[in-house]
């Protein structure tokens, strides 16, 4: 079993190709190709912490949908992004707006947004967000999961530090348009 994380997919969100520049023709490329990219990284016993904003726009029906769709054992930071609809959405296994955890022997500190401080930042945990879509200047232990800043597609931890040491802004894919 794999542990990945991502943020910011925005399923079902019309202003996101505009105000992110995403390279898809339309919404609806947008959204298939960000399930393709999950489903091809993600297998079904593979655990995913979504960041955060997950779905805006789309009816319930159409975010259940979506969530069923993904491989993996899901699980919900919840973003400024995400409505009532979306967190109450079957195929959660737990939501909430901030979690402490341990990968692969590092402690993380998962929230959607960025912090200037956090539990256990002396002791070397890690903080993993979203809602900055590739903008924010990295700093030390702090890392921008989202899809815009990690290729599109969820990613594992390894690949999170190994980005950061190369230096690269992507660890995924090119999108198709």
Known sequence: MAVFFTSDTHFG??????????????????????????????????????????????????????????????RLIVGNNDGPDTRAAPGWAW?????????????????HYAF????????????????????????PKQYDVGVDAQGFVPVTLDEILVSRRRNRNSTGPEPSA
């Open 13 to 74: 969100d019309p202003r996101i190709l505009r105000l992110d520049r995403r390279p898809f023709a339309d919404l609806a490329a947008h959204d298939a190709a960000l399930v393709a990219g999950w489903n091809a990284r993600v297998g079904p016993e593979d655990e995913v912490w979504h960041l955060g904003d997950f779905a805006l726009g789309p009816p319930p029906e159409r975010v259940r949908a979506i969530l069923d769709g993904l491989n993996g054992t899901k």
């Open 95 to 111: 939501t909430g707006t901030y979690a402490e955890t341990v990968v692969a022997g590092r402690a993380l500190v998962l929230c």
């Open 116 to 139: 200037r401080t956090w539990n256990g930042i002396g002791r070397g945990a890690l903080n993993l967000h979203g809602h900055s879509h590739g903008q924010l200047r990295p700093v």
